[in-house]
């Protein structure tokens, strides 16, 4: 079910400003791979372009290839629409439906493309829960509110409801930034079981996480302010904690900037 | 004495001390009492006379009064601090008076005459000095009036909110469509009935009922729901519409079924508001909708009968009676209204985000 990414010379624009010039990479499929830089350096952007959310944006475009399993998901006729079905995304700020219920909102992926019986949402709701390891939490109280959870309970409500839909690939925009320490280890290690079954791109500002989470690890960086973003490497996060190629990497991740 | 007094060094602040003297707490009675009788000493003596005059005076002695003793006592910035409350004051009591007047006046005229008979008859066979009789056709004829302007009204501002926020952006349409909802927010009342009145009953040729002036109370309503709409969708966190957009939803679906339920109770009190504001319009009803002293269910033909309209009619007749009636159709309408705005609160509580 996972799938791999290529993406090539992808540049992204916020109207005619350049925010992230030529970057190329590849993602393994069933890999975790991060995003790591400092602020502003298109590490968020990239990201969103790999599910056509960075359009959203009013005068936002991009221009490259991004291929999933070989298909671009930039080319003519493809729908975004059925992109975003394919690749999910879980935001930094955890954001459940406030006007659903934690079923409602789990199955809400479901729901609102018209799809399913009312039987079937069951074991979704049960599969989707389990998966992001929320079920025996809130078993008992699926029709309550979902904004009535703590943070860390939310940010795993946001991922169930990402994964009941059943994507391919999984997006993860600092997921963990908002939340406590307890509530990051049980996302960290949920992210370890959701390995075996989906691609996982995340980005995040927090080194330590990367190392800890990755198999791959990109390092983005920036010239200077209004210049655009670009990757810098992009290696296996063994080699790029201990022996990086490139000086800047090397600078950013023992701390000499950012 | 006054904190701010110059110091030997000449410089104001160098004497400055953390603790300043303050006006005892039965000051501010003090100086009210001392002002009444001050006033009430000066209306003695001089041909002034009247009680507005007299609380005019009061209060500009007691402003005065209370100024002077506070500067000498506490110091330049403490007066003007007292002044300046006392003002707010005054200005906030100037501006409930009417209000509380209307309020006031309306209970008393209209309670005389408000009663189970009025509330379930119509002036059917009532000669223009008789008693007896009610409202029943009035109440009848607003609250369809009012149904079925919101009908016309709700869907197509509540859609162009939606476009104007969720779809224009800044392009040009959406700036047209916001400029021309500024410009509808201003009509006059009559300006609205004379448009539907041309169309309506000049070209089209339909005789006056209650439609056109559904018509014609939409024109007004639209805008007051656009406004509150746009401003309600435009609270709902964007963070919202993405999570939506990024599970692979349509916008439209999203819109239908995340955004516009989660800015739902806004959007009930705005268009509550708006009935609120066209329930009493009169002139329109006036040119569209004519009057009539019977009971008139139809709101396609033939005249029928609103609260407005009635109070137009009964309120410049010479009997006492009729103003009485008239007093009664006002209390009757005041209380319409401010069950609709308690309905609009009742609603968005209930379907408020917890």
């Known amino acids: 079910m996972a799938k791999r990414i290529d993406v090539a010379d992808l540049n992204v624009y916020y109207g005619k400003f350049r925010a992230v010039e030529g970057v190329t990479f590849s993602v393994e499929p069933r890999t975790i791979t991060a995003f790591i830089g400092p602020s502003g350096c298109g590490k968020s952007t990239v990201l969103r372009s790999l599910n056509r959310m960075h359009e959203v944006l009013p005068g936002a475009r991009t221009e490259g290839k ?193 | 004495m006054a904190t701010d007094t110059q110091s030997p060094t000449g410089h104001p602040d160098s004497d400055l001390r953390l603790s300043g003297q303050r006006l005892p707490r039965w000051a501010v009675p003090a100086t009210a009492a001392g002002s009444v009788v001050l006033t009430l000493a000066v209306f003695a003596l001089t041909p002034l006379q009247g009680r507005a005059d007299f609380l005019v005076a009061v209060g500009i002695v007691f402003l005065l009064g209370q100024t002077a003793a506070s500067f000498l006592v506490e110091g330049r910035r403490h007066a003007v601090d007292r002044l300046a409350t006392n003002v707010v004051y005054t200005c906030f009591v100037l501006a409930i008076i009417p209000l509380v007047a209307v309020i006031v006046t309306v209970l008393v005229h209209g309670l005389k005459v408000v009663n189970l008979t009025f509330l379930t008859h119509s002036q059917r066979n009532i000669g223009p000095t008789d008693t007896g009789g009610g409202v029943y056709h009035a109440i009848i004829g607003t609250l369809e009036i009012a149904f079925v302007t919101s009908l016309i009204s709700i869907p197509i501002a509540v859609l162009v909110a939606v476009y104007l926020v969720e779809y224009g952006g800044r392009g040009l349409l959406a700036r047209l469509v916001t400029f021309f909802v500024d410009v509808m927010t201003g009509i ?104 009539t002293q019977s009971i008139n269910f139809n709101l396609f033909s033939g005249p029928m009968a609103a609260l407005p309209t009635l109070i137009f009619d009964q309120a410049g007749r010479p009997s006492q009676s009729a103003v009485d009636r008239a007093w009664g159709a006002a209390l009757v309408l005041i209380v319409i209204v401010m069950l609709l705005n308690l309905v609009a609160r009742v609603i968005a509580r209930l379907t408020r985000v917890r």
């Open chain 1, 66 to 258: 991004v291929a999933i399993d070989g298909e671009d998901i930039y080319g003519p006729g493809v729908d975004p629409v059925n992109v975003r079905r394919t690749i999910g995304m879980v935001f930094q700020k955890p954001n459940p439906f406030p006007t659903m219920s934690i079923y409602d909102n789990v199955v809400a992926g479901l729901k609102l493309r018209g799809r399913m019986k009312r039987s079937g949402l069951d074991e979704v709701v049960e599969k989707s829960l389990r998966g992001a390891n929320l079920w025996e939490e809130v078993k008992d109280r699926l029709d309550r509110p979902g904004s009535g959870l703590s943070g860390g309970q939310q940010q795993r409500l946001c991922i169930a409801r990402a994964i009941a839909v059943e994507p391919q690939v999984l997006l993860m925009d600092e997921p963990c930034s908002a939340l406590d320490p307890i509530s990051t280890l049980a996302i960290e290690d949920l992210m370890q079981e959701l390995k075996e079954r989906y691609t996982i791109v995340i980005v995040t500002h927090n080194m330590q996480q990367a190392a800890r989470v990755s198999d791959r690890t990109g390092f983005f960086n920036i010239a200077g302010t209004g210049q655009p973003g670009k990757l810098i490497e992009m290696d296996d996060t063994t080699k790029m904690f201990s022996t990086p190629t490139e000086k800047a990497t090397e600078d950013y991740i023992t701390g000499r900037f950012g």
């Open chain 2, 188 to 291: 006059p009342s009559i300006v609205a009935g004379l448009f539907i009145y041309v169309v309506w009953i000049l070209t089209l040729g339909f005789q006056r009922s209650g439609f056109p002036a559904c018509l014609a109370l939409a024109i007004l309503m639209i805008p007051v729901v656009v406004r509150s709409t746009e401003e309600m969708l435009k609270l709902v966190p964007n963070e919202l519409r993405e999570s939506s957009l990024a599970l692979g939803v349509p916008k439209w679906r999203t819109i239908l079924r995340v955004v516009i339920p989660t800015a739902l109770p806004g959007i009930i009190t705005g268009i509550m508001l708006g009935v609120a504001r066209v329930a009493g319009e009169t002139a329109p009803l006036l040119l569209l909708t004519g009057y």
